[in-house]
């Protein structure tokens, strides 16, 4: 199987489990708006741990409240179809942090018939 090298971005959003968008967490309605307006590929994880700016802890502690878990959106696409979203982040996050970055990546070739 032959790999084809790609170039392409990936659009990262940290933000804590408690945003919400209308009725439904902020990190599911950015996964939305990047399907609806045809970005390539997007994921959400959470996070176990973690600070930010003000240094608070968030995650899966004794410490820290069950609402306060840090997430990650990472997006893939070209910088085209990521400029697509900026318009909803901008909108809608408060106070995030937004990562963005080249990438060189590999497909497999459909294969021949």
């Known amino acids: 199987m032959a790999l084809q090298a790609k ?20 990190y599911e309605a950015i996964l939305f708006e990047a399907r609806r ?4 590929g997007g994921t959400v ?16 502690s004794a410490l820290v409240p069950a609402n306060n878990v840090p997430m990650k959106v990472k997006l893939i696409d070209s910088p085209e ?16 942090l937004i990562t963005r970055e080249t990438l060189n990546i590999l497909l497999p070739e459909p294969p021949k018939e």
């Open 37 to 40: 307006v045809g970005i390539a």
């Open 45 to 60: 994880t959470k996070g176990v741990l973690g600070f930010g700016s003000e240094k608070w802890l968030r995650g899966y």
């Open 7 to 26: 170039t392409a971005e990936r659009l990262r959003v940290y933000l804590k489990n408690s945003s919400y968008h209308n009725d439904i967490p902020l």
């Open 81 to 96: 179809k990521l400029n697509l979203i900026l318009p909803f982040l901008e909108k809608n996050l408060k106070k995030s």
